[in-house]
């Protein structure tokens, strides 16, 4: 109920066209404000009620106003140039002589120059701004370069967020917004670093990327699409050439399902036909799916199918907990099993491309939810933030984020999910995933390497020569540590070794080494991966060559030896059968701890 | 399992369990969510990423614990000023159960300092019955895991009994613990008192600023530098919590309860008594209400036994007999205060920034009675303090004597929190954070030797070849970057004087701590810097700080972390007692090397030299004469035109303190 005075003001407003804050002022004075209670006007809550603009309460006062200059609309754009030109020209000495690279300060510049149109506020543009001192600082400070990057990455991925969260209306963005968001975030871990760029896959990429969301129906976009779109435009290999037409191919088969046509038909078929084989299934569950929703088929019915023919995309979204509601329509044993025999078939066959599978998965059925609500994206936000703070490792994430989940994370995250996917009891989940966390964090204990101690040197084996070694102390347990070479062919579970462990009672412990537990040395590097029939070793030394997108993993591996007795010495006789190129190379045996 | 394993799996199960006890409904949902997605994100870090990131588990249990303090504050942050959910009673359990989770990884580094004293009396009193420590000392090898002996100024027995200058109450407290756990019981006795200290400071808070949240100040209050004494055996905390406790009861309306946190704070530890009584004197003062002869009487009562006990032993205030406050002066004085303020290694600039900020706020405008009354009781006690040599804490973790003060700081930083927006809040978090990590991952790291650099001088020194060290303030070993400090504090004090005179707020009440209907009185004449300019000056700040650095300084401290020493040793010995007093250098004998960068020119080598000795700069040779052991001598010496310059020992044993460019 609005009270008489109320009205006046209101009235005094329409009259003015605009908003006078003095027109309140009277108010302000009110000898019960005086007493610091609440105006009986609640003159804030009506300005902002009646959309009469910012309440007098929130006035800025006379004296700050001239050192509040930097934030008046006019000059607010210029000054926030000139301070982010400022902060650059300060941090790049910095960062060319940290240990951290250039990479993160760039994707930073880039990312807050994309932030002056779109943060109105300044408090959480300054907020933003942080990063890049603090960026700075830590590559001097941390000493150890991969901490150093990885730190920095973070920092990174952190003002990302406030960017994101702070450009948002109502849980929404424009779609203006989004595409200079995805642009910002996007081209850096794209194009960096220049030296060595294949132009014409990544700007492939990038163009894909943007259509996401340009092609989406709606006006604004969702925080989960911007996310998938982010997801996308990081994790689409640029090698082969055609992988590269992903976003592009996906833009096109959202496009179909929402607004299905001879010529969106026409679009998609020809995108695909130029992507490759691997986006024929896609476009196959795309055409379904559209078809049954034209048919007027529910909701429900058109994920339910949708879900067995993504290769198995419903069981993953179930293991990463994005979607409750729509995994909750797969009730039936039926579609369950169908779901977990292609997602089983996928990580057999395709294990490659199932993360792009389970991405474009997602996208469409986000794409499709339109006016659902749909759980918070957690696990979109995870992947997003690790992938932004392996900034200064983008390549390695694109080639192998898929493949460098190991068995037992994922069986972890299985299960945290399926807690956190229960129904009811939150308390109960609570105490039921602090138990599952303990009993995985005393496996970290056990498991968690400690400081190695160098037994052997450095040493190669060809097929069929063999190496003896007595360590210079018994030792409960070593870690062999090494890679192949010339073995990229080599399909995983193929005998490599075998190892003779003798112990200190001469007892002999035979162990056969395998493909799988070390692979090639560059089989994960870009234009390899594809080919290759290695996988990321069990044990993965975690070795990273080269910056950004340049960057790959290594593939070596470490081979725990242990016996009942402590260790004395082991032989290692590397398989005939090899290729006769083929090498074994050992950078050599460690003590673990 | 290791202790650091154990503390990690308490850790999360506490971050999982307790917020259900906090946060309620859509809240403790979107925490469950945002929970689980962190724990899986750290152990898939801790699987596969601390193979090539971290391979030390200890900081991804302190980056752990650290994001998820931030998280939960974040959550908290959330829930409405008025929501009784969120008491500091359940805020101060948590508190104490962080504390003993983190003790198992705390103490796999062997304790140190006092600690092991208390340790030894407490362990003198469970078995022996007395305060003998002599067969304790025999066997502080078992006891406390290295070999221990008296300390300087520990009383003697007539029959040779050796018993130690520390007071026994502490010990007293710590005895249920330690018969049922040892170390581990008597560590964790501190870490109770630390939760209790936490509850007390949030409900000393929330009583003096009822519309503050003080959820949100749990973060910064649970850091640096109560995380680094709650979870030690030294009486600081304890002493806090007394402290805070009385300045709850300061209106007297159980006196009881009064004196008795008084006659604990005194009992914890006799230089306590240095706010005790002046705190009596002014709660009684307050409470008489201009009857000036009761005030007058109670002043006299009190002053008696006081100077009794100065009269009767002038050090009983102090730390050390050897550190007398006779020595003060005004020299002493200003090391003693701006080194408390802004030292880089034992300052609260450096170890606890939002505290700092909060005294500085302090200074220009009223906050509560209770901070008023608070500073007035700490005045004498910082009187003591400041002169002191030892007015940093010693070998001890940074800001030893002012933690007793965390209730004034607690109601200052409040206060600063109630004004700050989210840049000033998000890079005073990320600075509390950095320090709690660094504290946490490395304990044994907050020990500091007293050579007037501090643990990032000597970090950035030592990544980036420079003497980085000189840029950071130091007043151990004052330099150019501490009188700029002191001059910079002056201004800024005199300014917030002036504009508290003018009636100007320096900063107006943020959102959240608006009260209904203040909006307009309280900003009405008020100031703030653009937030813009923030990241702005901290990036300029940064890069002049980096070209200085990078450059070689008119001052070569040959003991300091940028020196690269091949050969030769610290003088004097690392763990000498009182290291402060002596002044540092390098002991070269014959053979041992030394490279610096150093500025080209002539320069002053300041040494001692029992018999003499040569040494040679950049190849060119100068004869040292003999100078007496401790009696530094200075020698001219030219630097070649370059940057990078080896100093070597030919002949004999000199120990070098400086090369100073003239």
Request: net charge positive; hydrophobic share 50%; proline share 6%.
């Amino acid at each position: 109920m609005i009270c008489r005075r109320e009205i006046r003001i209101i009235t005094f407003v329409f009259r003015d066209r605009r908003y006078r804050p003095h027109a309140v002022r009277p108010y302000a004075q009110h000898p019960v404000r005086k007493q610091r209670a609440a105006c009986p006007l609640r003159c804030d809550e009506n300005c902002e009620k009646f959309g009469l603009g910012e309440p007098a309460t929130r006035r800025r006062p006379r004296e700050s106003r001239r050192l509040l200059a930097l934030s008046s609309p006019k000059s607010l754009k210029p000054a926030r140039w000139a301070l982010l030109a400022l902060m650059f020209c300060c941090s790049l000495p910095i960062a060319r002589s940290g240990s951290a690279g250039l990479t993160p300060l760039i994707a930073t510049i880039v990312l807050l120059a994309a932030a002056i149109p779109i943060i109105p506020s300044e408090e959480l543009f300054a907020t933003a701004s942080l990063a890049l001192p603090l960026e700075a600082f830590l590559s001097l400070a941390l000493t150890n370069e991969a901490t150093s990057r990885w730190a920095a990455g973070t920092v990174y991925a952190l003002s990302v967020c406030v960017v994101v969260f702070a450009g948002t209306r109502d849980g929404r963005w424009s779609k203006g917004d989004a595409i200079l968001l995805l642009a910002a975030v996007a081209a850096p871990l794209r194009l960096l670093p220049l030296d060595g760029l294949r132009s014409l896959p990544e700007v492939s990429i990038l163009i894909g990327a943007t259509l996401l969301i340009a092609l989406l129906p709606s006006k604004t976009v969702t925080l989960e699409q911007l996310l998938l779109a982010f997801i996308v435009a990081t994790v689409t290999p640029d090698f082969p050439l055609r992988a590269s037409l992903f976003p592009a191919a996906l833009a096109t088969f959202a496009w179909l399902l929402v607004a299905p046509s001879p010529f969106t038909f026409a679009a998609a078929v020809l995108v695909a036909l130029l992507a490759g084989k691997w986006s024929l299934p896609l476009l196959a569950v795309t055409c379904l799916a559209s078809s049954l929703r034209n048919r007027g088929a529910d909701a429900g019915g058109s994920r339910a199918l949708l879900a067995p023919f993504a290769f198995g995309a419903a069981s993953l979204a179930r293991v990463f907990a994005i979607f409750p509601d729509f995994v909750s329509g797969l009730q039936s044993p039926a579609s369950w099993l169908l779901a977990f025999v292609s997602m089983v078939a996928v990580l057999v066959f395709r294990p490659h491309l199932s993360l792009l599978y389970f991405i474009a998965c997602a996208f469409m059925i986000v794409t499709i939810g339109k006016g659902e609500k749909v759980r918070v994206p957690v696990s979109l936000m995870a992947i997003s933030f690790v992938c932004l703070s392996l900034t200064s490792w983008n390549g390695v994430t694109r080639a192998t984020l898929a493949l460098a989940i190991p068995s037992r994370t994922l069986l972890c995250v299985a299960i945290l999910a399926t807690i956190a996917v229960a129904d009811a009891f939150p308390r109960l989940r609570l105490i039921a995933a602090g138990a599952v966390l303990m009993v995985g964090c005393s496996a970290f204990g056990a498991f968690s390497r400690g400081q190695s101690e160098a037994l052997t040197e450095a040493f190669g084996l060809a097929p069929g020569e063999s190496r003896s070694f007595v360590l210079p102390h018994p030792v409960a347990a070593i870690s062999l540590i090494g890679s192949g070479a010339h073995m990229a062919d080599v399909p995983s579970g193929t005998p490599l070794a075998e190892v003779e462990i003798i112990d200190s009672q001469h007892s002999v412990y035979r162990r056969q080494l395998t493909a799988g537990e070390l692979s090639d040395w560059g089989f994960l590097r870009h234009d390899q991966i594809f080919q290759s029939r290695n996988a990321i070793p069990a044990e993965p030394s975690g070795i990273v060559t080269g910056e950004a997108g340049e960057a790959w993993l290594s593939g070596d591996g470490g081979l725990r030896l242990r016996a009942a007795k402590p260790i004395v010495g082991f032989t290692i006789i590397a398989n005939p059968k090899l290729s006769p190129r083929a090498r074994i190379n050992f950078r050599g045996a460690e003590e673990l701890r | 399992m290791s202790g650091t394993a154990l503390s990690f799996a308490g850790a999360v199960a506490l971050f999982s369990l307790y917020p259900a006890t906090l946060l309620r409904d859509e809240t403790l949902r979107r925490y469950v969510v945002f929970d689980l997605a962190a724990s899986v994100a750290s152990l898939l870090f801790f699987f596969n990423a601390a193979h090539f990131a971290l391979q030390d588990p200890d900081w991804w249990l302190a980056i752990f614990v650290v994001a998820k303090m931030a998280q939960l504050s974040i959550f908290l942050g959330r829930i409405p000023v008025d929501d009784r959910a969120v008491s500091p009673r359940l805020l101060g359990f948590f508190a104490t159960l962080l504390f003993v989770i983190l003790l198992p990884h705390i103490l796999q580094s062997p304790i140190d300092g006092d600690e092991t004293h208390y340790v030894l009396l407490t362990d003198s009193l469970v078995r022996d019955h007395d305060l003998d420590l002599r067969n304790q000392y025999a066997e502080s090898t078992r006891l406390v895991g290295r070999p221990i002996e008296g300390q300087s100024g520990d009383p003697i027995g007539a029959n040779g009994e050796l018993y130690s200058r520390h007071e026994p109450f502490l010990s007293i407290l710590l005895i249920p613990g330690y018969a049922a756990l040892g170390t581990a019981g008597a560590a964790a006795t501190i870490a109770i008192f630390g939760g209790l200290l936490i509850f007390s400071l949030l409900s000393l808070v929330s009583e003096e600023l009822p519309d503050f949240k003080t959820a949100v100040l749990l973060p910064f209050i649970i850091g640096p530098p109560v995380l680094f004494y709650a979870t030690r055996i030294w009486p600081e905390v304890p002493a806090a919590f007394c402290f805070s406790q009385a300045l709850r009861h300061r209106h007297l309306r159980s006196p009881v309860r009064f004196g008795m946190y008084l006659v604990l704070l005194c009992a914890l530890k006799l230089r306590f008594a240095l706010i005790a009584i002046p705190l009596l004197f002014i709660v009684v003062a307050l409470s008489s209400r201009r009857d000036w002869k009761r005030i007058a009487l109670v002043g006299a009562l009190l002053t008696i036994p006081f100077a009794g006990l100065l009269l009767f032993d002038r050090g009983v205030f102090s730390v050390r007999p050897i550190d007398a406050v006779s020595a003060a002066n005004f020299a002493s004085a200003w090391r003693g205060a701006a080194g408390l303020l802004f030292d880089a290694q034992a300052g609260l600039l450096f170890q606890a920034p939002l505290l700092f900020a909060g005294l500085i706020l302090a200074c220009s405008r009223r906050t509560s009675q209770a901070l008023s009354v608070g500073s007035a009781s700490a005045a004498l006690y910082l009187l003591f303090l400041i002169p002191r040599s030892e007015w940093h804490g010693g070998w001890s973790p940074p800001l030893r004597y002012i933690v007793v003060f965390m209730p004034l700081f607690a109601i200052a930083a409040a206060a600063v929190l109630q004004r700050l927006r989210l840049a000033g809040l998000t890079l005073f978090a990320l600075l509390t954070g950095g320090l709690a990590i660094h504290g946490i991952a490395q304990p044994p790291h907050l020990f500091h030797i007293t050579n007037g650099e501090s643990e990032l001088g000597e970090v950035l020194s030592t990544h980036l070849y420079g003497d980085f060290s000189r840029l950071l303030p130091s007043l151990i070993r004052p330099n150019a970057a501490a009188m700029i400090c002191s001059i910079l504090v002056v201004l800024v004090v005199a300014v917030l004087i002036a504009a508290r005179r003018r009636g100007i707020s320096p900063l107006p009440l943020g959102e959240g701590g608006r009260r209904p209907g203040e909006g307009v009185m309280a900003q009405s004449r008020s100031f703030s810097v653009p937030a813009p300019l923030l990241p702005a000056a901290l990036s300029v700040l940064l890069v002049g700080m980096y070209a200085c650095g990078s450059r070689p300084g008119p001052i070569v401290q040959l003991e300091d972390a940028h020196v690269q020493h091949n050969g030769g040793r610290l003088y004097p010995e690392h763990f000498i007692v009182a290291r402060f007093r002596f002044q540092g250098g390098w002991t070269l004998t014959g053979g041992d090397q030394a490279a610096f960068h150093a500025r080209s020119g002539r320069s002053r080598l300041y040494y001692f030299a029992d018999t003499g000795a040569v040494v040679a700069v950049d190849g060119i040779t100068l004869r040292l004469p003999a100078a007496q052991h401790d009696k530094w001598k200075s020698a001219s010496v030219v630097l070649p035109e370059k940057t990078d310059h080896l100093l070597r020992c030919v002949e004999g044993e000199v120990t070098i303190d400086r090369i100073e460019h003239e």
